[in-house]
């Protein structure tokens, strides 16, 4: 237990200034829906109404992908790539310039802690500019042909995990490489994509270069189906993801999918064992643990599995819970009731199979939606929340005696987004990381990021990279 209390340190929301409603960003405007509804967005850690949005209908979309092909075909395809990577690089300067305000937003919006969002989310969102901005005038070097040609209209849908990172991983290489598109954010977070529209404008892109549809899965349904869109970039659930692969099945659209995951963190005898545990917790109760590469099952080896556990909960207990805004706030709000249920539900399930529950002794606040960093021990494979993606701050402990064990319950998963392994043998980390099936493999740390690096999984995490050199091929007629 910590030895004394931290006074609140709240970053203060006055930065923000929140529009009483908003429209759609389509063709350089904010404009009214044709058929679409509103609805409220609200902050999960105080459930406060904070404002209204479009949920676009079809023929909004229509708009919508009407501008970008305009766009497309007027403008920005034919743009030379260094015209192109000024845009991105403003792009960058001025999410860079407003980022504490983008941070406070998406804190506000998503309920994630503003640490996370502020030292996290925001450096990365201005990195991938950066670093899209420097391959536009260089797709020729990229290993992809002396030539290679953009798609055309790019139809993006996102999750609400990590909003505004989620849209630069998506519109920064599409742009890149003299694409167009419309990005339908999550139904929960629409608010920092909105702000993003507005630095669109600021930056003096070419109208219809980025169009934001906000909306539920009914818009991102109609974005992806849409005849006039060349190329369907998704993140979400993996069920989700097969629905949109049925859905586009027979089209020429080019499709990428960056889908669940339920990823091992392995931990030998001879791993530094502090280290680790903060990898533990930085794997699964990071941005509390909506993660789809979240180090979700902990594989440690059985002669250590005590003393790692008794560190891990003692560690567990200092975290603090509470309001996102809160400079030392760990664990933020979960984003919607919905998501709340689930977690709850999994965990029921989780005890009802016979693991064994136990929770950080924390306060939860009356009002919003919060849920404790959890530990279940005594898992077995069987066990759902072994195998299901809980995408909450929960934890499931296996242990294994040899590396061999490791691999075989670490693989035995249908997901293969990520994986981690702790151990002191560089040896080691390389027979894992050849045997892991997953798309990145952390050694001796988790859940970090970088634009240059590419991300995507194997099996039913989905197909495709974003990110790095090979997060180019998905937005080029290659
Ligand atoms: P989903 O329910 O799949 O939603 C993702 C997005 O798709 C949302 O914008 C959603 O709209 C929209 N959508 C829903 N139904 C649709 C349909 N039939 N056609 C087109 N779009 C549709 O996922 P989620 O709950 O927001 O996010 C959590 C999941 O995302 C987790 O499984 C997580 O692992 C995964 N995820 C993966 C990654 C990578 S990189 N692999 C990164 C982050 C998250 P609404 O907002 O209205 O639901």
């Known amino acids: 237990m910590p030895t004394f209390d931290y006074a609140p340190a709240p970053e203060s929301r006055s930065i923000v200034d929140i529009q009483p409603s908003y429209g759609l960003f389509i063709g350089g405007e904010m404009v009214d829906p044709v058929d679409g509804t509103v609805f409220k967005t609200v902050n999960p850690a105080t459930e406060e109404v904070l404002t209204e949005v479009v949920a676009a209908g079809p023929e909004d979309v229509d708009r919508a992908v009407a501008a970008a092909r305009h766009a497309y075909d007027a403008v920005w395809a034919a743009m030379p790539g260094a015209q192109r990577a000024k845009f991105l690089y403003r792009i960058a300067r001025l999410v860079q310039e407003r980022s504490r305000e983008l941070a406070v937003l998406e804190s506000i919006d998503n309920g994630k802690p503003i640490r996370e969002s502020r030292d996290v989310d925001l450096p990365l969102v201005a990195a991938h500019f950066f670093y899209y901005a420097g391959w536009a005038d260089k797709l020729g070097h990229a290993g992809f042909g002396a030539a290679p040609q953009p798609l055309g209209v790019a139809g993006q849908v996102i999750p609400w995990n990590f909003p505004l990172l989620m849209l630069a991983w998506k519109i920064a290489p599409a742009l890149a490489c003299g694409n167009t598109v419309v990005l339908k954010p999550a139904e929960t977070t629409p608010l920092t994509a ?17 169009n934001i549809v906000t909306g539920a899965g009914e818009t991102g349904q109609a974005l992806v189906s849409h005849g006039g869109v060349d190329k369907v970039a998704f993140t979400g659930s993996t069920e989700v993801g097969r629905a949109i692969a049925r859905a586009i099945a027979g089209s020429r659209k080019k499709l990428t999918l960056e889908l669940g995951g339920k990823a091992a963190n392995v ?9 680790a545990v903060e990898g533990i917790v930085n794997g699964i109760f990071f941005n509390q643990g909506h993660v789809c590469c979240a180090g979700s099952r902990l594989l440690v080896q059985e002669s250590i599995a005590d003393d790692v556990l008794d560190r891990l909960k ?11 805004l809160d400079k030392n706030t760990d664990i933020g709000a979960i984003n919607s009731p919905q998501q709340l249920e689930k ?14 529950r136990w929770s950080a002794p924390c306060e939860l606040p009356d ?18 929340i072994a195998r299901e993606e809980v995408f909450g701050p929960v934890l499931s402990v296996l242990t294994f005696r040899t590396p061999a064990e490791a691999i075989e319950k670490a693989n035995n998963t249908p997901y293969g987004l990520s994986a981690g392994v702790w151990t002191d043998k ?49 937005y080029l007629d290659v």
């Open 267 to 275: 931990i030998f005898d001879d791993a530094p064992i502090d280290q």
């Open 367 to 384: 009002r919003g939606w919060w849920f404790p960093p959890t530990v279940f021990t005594g898992v077995t494979q069987a066990h759902r």
């Open 343 to 356: 977690i709850r539900m999994l965990s029921d399930v989780g005890s009802e199979e016979g693991a064994e």
């Open 426 to 474: 560089g040896s080691r980390i390389l027979w894992m990381a050849q045997r892991l099936r997953a798309g990145v493999v952390w050694a001796n740390t988790f859940n970090r990021f970088d634009p240059t690096s590419p991300f995507g999984g194997y099996k039913e995490s989905g197909y495709g990279r974003e990110g790095g050199r090979h997060g180019l091929e998905a």
């Open 314 to 324: 003692r560690r567990l207990g200092t975290l603090r819970l509470g309001d996102p």
């Open 194 to 210: 909105l702000a993003f529209a507005d630095i669109c404008r600021q930056a003096d892109l070419p109208p219809g270069v980025v």
